[in-house]
C-alpha cells in the first residue's frame, strides 16, 4: 500500500516541470518530435531517472528507453507500463510523458519497498506514437511488434524530405536493424498504459480514473489533387483545371459523412497545403490529410468510400486528377476484460471513483492490444482540453493512479 501520495504527486510534478524544458517551442507548447534534440533531451532525462530508481536501462533500436526492475526468477515475462514521450506540435505537457513518470513512481516505490518481483517490470518511455513527424504513428510499439520494416524507413518521409532511415541515423541508431528488434510476445506478461484522458467525460461525471475499454481504429491517408497552373485572372472559369476546388468540394463533404454514421465516428482534414500557393495563381496541385477515427471499422470503411467516389466524380467534372496514399491503417480495439476488471475492483477498494470509457484518440495500447494482454486508464483532463499549451491535468489525480497501478503490479505478481 501507499501510504504517501503527496510526496509522490510532489516527485510527478518536480519531473514533469523539468520535462517542459525540452521544447522546440518555448512559450509555445511543447513540441518533441521523433528523432530531435528535443528527443534525446528527453530520453537522456528518463534514463537518469532510471538509474537513480535503480532499474537496468537501455534504449532500443527505434529510440524507446527502457527501465528494468528485474524479478527474482530467470526468464519470467515482463509486466510493462508505458506510454510515449514524443508531443504533437505546440502540445501540452502531459500526453503521453505523464504516463511514463507514472510509471517510473510505480517502479520507485516498489524498489523502496524492496518487493520481489514473480515478473520483473519494465518502464518504457516509447518513441513515436504521435506520427506527427512523418505522417504515421505507433512507431516504438510497431518496430517491438515486428511491424516494422525496412522499406518503411525510406517510404515515410517529414516535411523537409528526410526519411525516418535517415532521421534514425542522424539521432544514432541502426536502421538496419530495425527487422531485428521483433520482440516475442512471450516474453511480455501484460502491457499497461496510464494516460490522460484528452477529453471531458471524467471531468464531467467526477470520476477520478477512466478504464479504457475500447479504442478507436484509425486510417490516415494523404490526399493529392492535381490540376493546371494558369492565370488567375484570364483563364475563363470552364477552361480551369482548379485543383483547390476539386479538393475544397471533398473537404466540404468528410464531416457530414462522419457524422451520417451516428455512432461516435469522426472525421477530420487537419493539413492542406496548396502549390505553388500564390494569390494569383489557379493551384495546380493541392494536398490534404484525412484522419477517421471510430470503433465501428465498418463506418471507417464507409466514409473512406464516400471520399474516394466522390473523388472520383468531382476530378471527371472539373479535369482534374488524384492520389491516395495511405499512411496508417488500425483495426478498433478492446482492452482485456480481466485486467479491466482487476483495475475497477482495486479503485473501488480504494475509493477512487471510476467508469469504463472508450478512447477516441488512438495509443501505444491499441497496437500492443493486438498482441498482449492490454490494460488502459485515463486520468481527468482540465476542460477537456489537450493537444494544446492548455492541456492540464492535476498532479493528485497522477499520485491516486500511480497507487492503483501500484496495487495492480503487486497483485499480478501474485498470480
Not at 129 to 147: D, I, L, P, Q
Not at 269 to 293: H, M, Q
Not at 331 to 342: G, I, R, S, T
Request: glycine share 8%.
Amino acid at each position: 500500500m501507499i501510504n504517501d501520495l503527496n510526496e509522490i504527486k510532489l516527485k510527478v510534478q518536480e519531473y514533469l516541470e523539468q520535462l517542459s524544458y525540452f521544447t522546440a517551442t518555448p512559450e509555445h507548447g511543447i513540441t518533441r518530435l521523433p528523432f530531435s534534440k528535443e528527443a534525446r533531451q528527453t530520453v537522456d532525462y528518463l534514463k537518469n531517472i532510471m538509474k537513480e530508481i535503480g532499474l537496468d536501462v537501455s534504449e532500443d533500436n527505434a529510440g524507446s528507453v527502457i527501465g528494468k526492475f528485474n524479478s527474482e526468477e530467470d526468464n519470467t515475462p515482463s509486466i510493462i507500463i508505458g506510454s510515449h514521450y514524443d508531443s504533437v506540435k505546440c502540445g501540452g505537457n502531459f500526453d503521453g510523458i505523464a504516463g511514463i513518470i507514472c510509471g517510473l513512481e510505480v517502479a520507485r516505490k516498489l524498489k523502496e519497498k524492496n518487493i520481489k518481483l514473480k515478473y520483473s517490470l519494465e518502464v518504457m518511455g516509447i518513441n513515436d506514437e504521435e506520427g506527427v513527424r512523418f505522417g504515421t504513428g505507433f512507431f516504438g510499439t510497431k518496430a517491438m511488434m515486428g511491424m516494422i520494416t525496412l522499406d518503411d524507413l525510406s517510404k515515410y518521409k517529414d516535411e523537409n524530405n528526410i526519411s525516418i532511415y535517415q532521421a534514425m541515423k542522424e539521432y544514432g541508431l541502426q536502421p538496419k536493424k530495425i527487422v531485428d528488434m521483433s520482440r516475442n510476445t512471450n516474453t511480455i506478461k501484460s502491457f499497461i498504459e496510464i494516460h490522460i484522458e484528452q477529453g471531458p467525460i471524467l471531468e464531467n461525471n467526477k470520476k477520478d480514473i477512466g478504464v479504457v475499454e475500447y479504442i478507436v481504429g484509425m486510417q490516415r491517408y494523404i490526399i493529392s489533387i492535381f490540376g493546371r497552373a494558369d492565370h488567375a485572372g484570364s483563364t475563363p472559369m470552364e477552361m480551369r483545371s482548379d485543383a483547390m476546388e476539386t479538393a475544397s468540394k471533398v473537404i466540404g463533404n468528410i464531416g457530414e459523412w462522419a457524422r451520417s454514421e451516428n455512432n461516435g465516428t469522426v472525421a477530420t482534414v487537419g493539413y492542406i497545403k496548396s502549390f505553388p500557393n500564390a494569390i494569383n495563381i489557379i493551384p495546380e496541385k493541392v494536398e490534404f490529410s484525412v484522419d477517421i477515427r471510430s470503433k465501428d471499422s465498418k463506418s471507417i470503411k464507409r466514409v473512406f468510400d464516400k471520399i474516394s467516389e466522390n473523388i472520383k466524380m468531382l476530378c471527371s467534372e472539373y479535369g482534374t486528377k488524384y492520389a491516395i496514399e495511405s499512411k496508417l491503417s488500425e483495426l478498433p480495439a478492446k482492452l482485456n476484460d480481466k485486467l479491466m476488471e482487476q483495475i475497477s475492483t482495486i479503485c473501488h477498494e480504494k475509493g477512487y471513483k471510476n467508469q469504463k470509457i472508450d478512447s477516441g484518440a488512438g495509443h501505444d495500447s491499441l497496437v500492443m492490444s493486438k498482441h498482449v494482454n492490454t490494460a488502459m486508464v485515463f486520468v481527468p483532463s482540465k476542460g477537456g482540453r489537450s493537444h494544446c499549451m492548455e492541456e492540464w491535468t492535476d498532479y493528485e489525480d497522477l499520485a491516486k493512479v500511480i497507487d492503483v497501478i501500484y496495487k495492480l503490479v503487486l497483485d499480478l505478481n501474485h498470480q
